[in-house]
């Protein structure tokens, strides 16, 4: 299995319509290609006959298929993750089960991998069919993200993009990340992104499972993605640096307010206690959030050398390997 070319990964949630479709339009475009390849099913804990579906699938075509099934739905990052650390093929495609990726665009994608050197290809679905309470936050999402990271892409949350295999071993996924994955990948050190204008089709079968909380969420993942990225190994670069910042005002301030009291003693002027200054009291503030937030920056240190990082388990409830 180290010769094989292509693993196509399809993260699912109750698509048993569309995955028999979805397959063998697969299938048709892989073998028109002759390439050596595996499809690779991760049902999110369906609750329709999808698993059924991939085991008569598997069945039908046992040397190209693997499944997995979740106990439950963890969410596609979740899905992304596990057919990421399972995938075997040289050239890793994900797309979506929903039949709104076409196939059709895996040679081109396979080529701009190996022939073209990219890293990651992200696919840009440049005319769209979702409803504008969908196309709108996208939009959003995008330009967000393009000025976040500084990754030029038009469509971050576009589920058909191609990588090297190399680039989904390194990730760590978690969260609403999939949407941010060519960031992930640029920081992880594989800055050969490129992008493909891709075919958007029409939902054939069932509804969408994604809502306006899910780009909230992405939103939220982004600005921690971009933390991380900064400031995961040295959090005392991050909590310390506003710690030190909030100490040294609150303490000038201190010694302000006390050099004042004693100007004015000295030269027989009226004065007031420190005390009954309000400076004071936002002085003493600053100081305890300076001296808290080192302590904060002092604690992660030690937690990044004491703990390694471990990945998330996730419930396996069935697998199907290729025989």
């Not at 039949?99 to 890293?119: K, N, V």
């Not at 290809?121 to 709108?136: A, E, H, N």
């Amino acid at each position: 299995m180290s010769d094989l070319q292509l693993t196509v990964l399809i993260p699912l949630y109750n698509e048993d319509e569309s995955l028999p479709e979805l397959h063998d339009w697969i299938v048709r475009v892989v073998t028109e290609h002759r390439y050596t390849y595996e499809i690779l099913f991760i049902d999110d804990g369906s609750t329709d006959r999808s698993w059924s579906v991939i085991e008569q699938l598997a069945a039908r075509n046992p040397v190209h298929v693997r499944g997995v099934r979740f106990g439950r739905n963890y969410g596609k990052t979740a899905a992304l993750q596990v057919g990421f650390k399972a995938s075997r093929g040289k050239v890793v495609i994900t797309m979506d089960a929903d039949l709104q990726d076409s196939p059709d665009e895996i040679p081109d994608l396979y080529r701009m991998i190996t022939q073209d050197g990219y890293d990651l290809v992200s696919g840009w679905k440049k005319k769209r069919y979702d409803p504008i309470t969908k196309t709108l936050p996208t939009k959003l999402f995008n330009g967000v993200s393009r000025w976040v990271s500084g990754v030029e892409l038009h469509d971050f949350n576009c589920g058909l993009k191609a990588y090297r295999q190399a680039v989904v071993k390194s990730f760590d996924l978690y969260g609403e990340m999939h949407r941010n994955l060519p960031i992930v990948a640029k920081w992880n050190g594989f800055g050969r992104i490129g992008e493909k204008v891709v075919q958007h089709q029409a939902r054939k079968y069932g509804s969408t499972k994604f809502g306006l909380d899910r780009f909230i969420n992405g939103f939220l993942d982004l600005l921690v993605i971009a933390f991380m990225h900064r400031f995961s190994k040295r959090p005392m670069h991050f909590f310390g640096g506003f710690g030190t910042l909030s100490f040294f005002i609150g303490t000038v301030l201190a010694f302000y307010l006390i050099g004042l009291k004693l100007y004015n003693i000295s030269q027989g002027l009226r004065f007031r206690n420190v005390t009954d200054n309000p400076l004071f009291f936002f002085a003493l503030v600053a100081i305890i959030l300076g001296v808290q937030l080192f302590l904060a920056g002092f604690v992660g240190e030690l937690l990044i050398r004491q703990n390694h990082h471990r990945p998330e388990d996730y419930l396996i409830a069935e697998r199907i390997e290729t025989e």
